[in-house]
């Protein structure tokens, strides 16, 4: 499974737009990138996934060039309660490998 | 509440004792992971199963971990003889299973503290 790459925390105030990139040079072919979010002592939850352009649904967008080596998670207008642990992982089948996510702290 | 649920979610025991941990996945789904996740880590997998069979084991699986999921409905991680390093929130998470990519639904969490 490819390794992903993401800077390990980012901060930011009420109501901008934060965007997360995670680098995944050797991504294979029939691997989907997808994006979760915990909070502490929680679980992860699933946010979005995709396979290349662009996804959005109702709470986040994501962005992925031509050579899908890398990926943009978009949050637009956080909040505070969007301050949690993002984890993008590359999957191709089965094992979803985590790596050490990226911490958002939101501001007021 | 229909998502996946994991007793105890709080666990303190010594050195050298059992543990056992109970995983109730959403009904329907037929796959169950366990995850284990130490402080500002990444859940890393353990195991999983698709009904009652344990198709996958990590490395991170010792011979002191074992999982069973005996009739494809729960699952129980049991740790035998802990060790400090054992120490960590056990996550465990369950899909449909049909084959393919499969966004995985994760239950609360155990947090296991070895004295």
């Known amino acids: 499974l490819a390794k992903t790459t993401q800077p390990i925390s980012m901060d930011s105030y009420e109501g901008q737009e934060v965007n997360i990139t995670c680098s995944h040079n050797?991504?294979?072919?029939?691997?989907?990138i997808t994006w979760y979010q915990q909070f502490p002592s929680q679980g992860p939850r699933f946010i979005i996934q995709g396979y290349k352009t662009k996804v959005t649904n109702e709470v986040a967008s994501l962005f992925i060039p031509a050579d899908r080596k890398s990926s943009t998670l978009s949050l637009p207008r956080v909040s505070l309660s969007d301050t949690a642990v993002y984890y993008c992982l590359v999957e191709g089948g089965f094992k979803t490998i985590f790596g050490a996510g990226t911490r958002l702290f939101v501001k007021a | 509440d229909t998502g996946v649920s994991q007793d105890p979610r709080h666990k303190i025991t010594k050195r050298g004792q059992n543990v056992t941990f109970r995983c109730d996945p959403i009904s329907e789904h037929n796959r169950l992971y366990w995850y284990r996740q130490t402080l500002g880590q990444g859940p890393e997998f353990l195991t999983y199963f698709q009904n009652e069979a344990q198709l996958e084991k990590s490395r991170l699986l010792s011979d002191r971990f074992s999982a069973e999921r005996p009739k494809g409905s729960f699952s129980t991680l049991e740790i035998q003889r802990t060790e400090q390093g054992d120490s960590a929130m056990y996550l465990c998470?369950?899909?449909?299973?049909?084959?393919?990519?499969?966004?995985?639904?994760f239950g609360p969490g155990t947090r296991l503290l070895v004295l």
């Open positions: 050797n991504i294979a072919t029939n691997d989907y």
């Open positions: 998470a369950s899909n449909i299973g049909t084959g393919g990519l499969e966004t995985q639904y």
